[in-house]
Nanobody
Framework: QVQLVESGGGLVQTGGSLRLSCAAS???????MGWFRQAPGKEREFVAA????????YYADSVQGRFTISRDNAKNTVYLQMNTLKPEDTAVYFC?????????????????WGQGTQVTVSS
C-alpha cells in the first residue's frame, strides 16, 4: 500500500512560483511518481513523471521549461517546482504512484493517488 500526501499549493500571481511536495509511504513498491492536475470543468491531465531510481523524466508540453519534477529518496518525497505560472495552470494538483507503468502519461497506469492540493494563479 502506498499513501501519498500533497502540500504546497496556494494562491500566486501570474509569473510567480510555487513548489509542491508529495510525501510517500511505502514507495518501495512503486517505480514511477507522477503529477497530474484537474482544472475546473476539465478532465484530469498529465503534468510530469519521474522514476524513483533513475531513468527518464517526462513533462507535458504545456509545462515543459517552466516546471521541474524532482525527488528526494531519503525523504520519500517528490517535488514539483512550478515557475512562470499562468492563470491556465490553476487546478487541483494530484500526485500518483505507479507500480509498473507501460505509459507514465496515462492515468490508468497509476495505482495510488493523493487527495490533491489547490493551485490558483491570479491574473
Amino acid at each position: 500500500q502506498v499513501q501519498l500526501v500533497e502540500s504546497g499549493g496556494g494562491l500566486v500571481q501570474t509569473g510567480g512560483s510555487l513548489r509542491l511536495s508529495c510525501a510517500a509511504s511505502g514507495r518501495t513498491f512503486s517505480s514511477y511518481m507522477g503529477w497530474f492536475r484537474q482544472a475546473p470543468g476539465k478532465e484530469r491531465e498529465f503534468v510530469a513523471a519521474i522514476p524513483w531510481n533513475g531513468g527518464a523524466v517526462y513533462y507535458a508540453d504545456s509545462v515543459q521549461g517552466r516546471f521541474t519534477i524532482s525527488r528526494d529518496n531519503a525523504k520519500n518525497t517528490v517535488y514539483l517546482q512550478m515557475n512562470t505560472l499562468k492563470p491556465e495552470d490553476t487546478a487541483v494538483y494530484f500526485c500518483a504512484a505507479a507500480l509498473n507503468p507501460a505509459n507514465v502519461r496515462l492515468q490508468p497506469y497509476y495505482d495510488y493517488w493523493g487527495q490533491g492540493t489547490q493551485v490558483t494563479v491570479s491574473s
